[in-house]
């Protein structure tokens, strides 16, 4: 299993000085993700690319799609040279029409990753799996940073990653230093956290702290 990755989630920091916060998390995070949210398939709305487009950061940005037509959206990441683009399995019906947002996302120069959310079984995407970088298992029901870490989802973790040994798979909501030990033991290598991290008075030792769980 790679190194642990650490990737803060900007929905939980303060928008009316989300640079300075992005700064702040600069130099010890690994990624930083971006929760786009279409208030449709999540109810809640977010921000997109025209926000993005004013962030100056090294970090490589980590697109979480949580809107309902991942394929109009694509293109306008791609555009801004973001690492990698997540999108939900629930919102993409068919393993075709997967494959092909999978094909899009790597021609434009990202990692592809697939999200399930808590109730989705692993299975739902057992045709598409192979074809993957990345898989997103969601430990809480998306929408909203600040939420209860939902435990049934480890096993879940479990199965992906003894059967995927070389996957990236991330984990998302919830995530502070009493549920990263969990996490990491049931295989995840790439935690994302957003209100441990940025309500932490020291977010270098937060960080740390999840990394070294
Ligand atoms: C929820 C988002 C998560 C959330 C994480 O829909 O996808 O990334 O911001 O926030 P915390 O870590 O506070 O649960």
């Known amino acids: 299993m790679s190194p642990i990755t650490i990737t803060p989630s900007i929905l939980s920091a303060d928008f ?21 949210m279409d208030g449709h398939f999540v109810p809640n709305l977010s921000f997109g ?27 306008e990441f791609l555009d801004l040279k973001v690492a990698n683009i997540t999108f939900h399995a629930e919102a993409v019906s068919s393993t075709e029409e997967q494959k092909k947002l999978i094909e899009q996302i790597r021609a434009g120069g990202a990692t592809a990753g697939i999200a399930l959310n808590p109730e989705t079984p692993l299975d ?31 096993s879940q973790v479990q199965t992906a990653r003894s059967a995927f040994p070389d996957l990236i798979i991330q984990m998302d909501g919830g995530i502070n230093d009493t549920t990263a030990p969990k996490c990491i033991e049931a295989g995840a290598n790439n935690l994302v956290s957003g209100s441990f991290i940025f309500g932490a008075k020291d977010r270098t030792m937060a960080i740390e702290s999840l990394r070294s769980s």
């Open 16 to 36: 009316s000085r989300l640079q300075e916060d992005i700064d702040s998390v600069a130099d010890s995070a690994d990624w930083l993700q971006v929760d786009v």
């Open 49 to 75: 690319a025209p926000v993005l487009k004013w962030i100056k950061t090294k970090l490589p940005l980590d697109i979480h799609l949580m809107v309902s037509n991942p394929a109009q959206r694509i293109q």
């Open 124 to 154: 739902t995407i057992g045709g598409i799996i192979e074809d993957i970088d990345l898989l997103l298992i969601m430990s809480v029901h998306p929408g909203f940073g600040g939420q209860e870490f939902i435990e049934h989802v480890l």
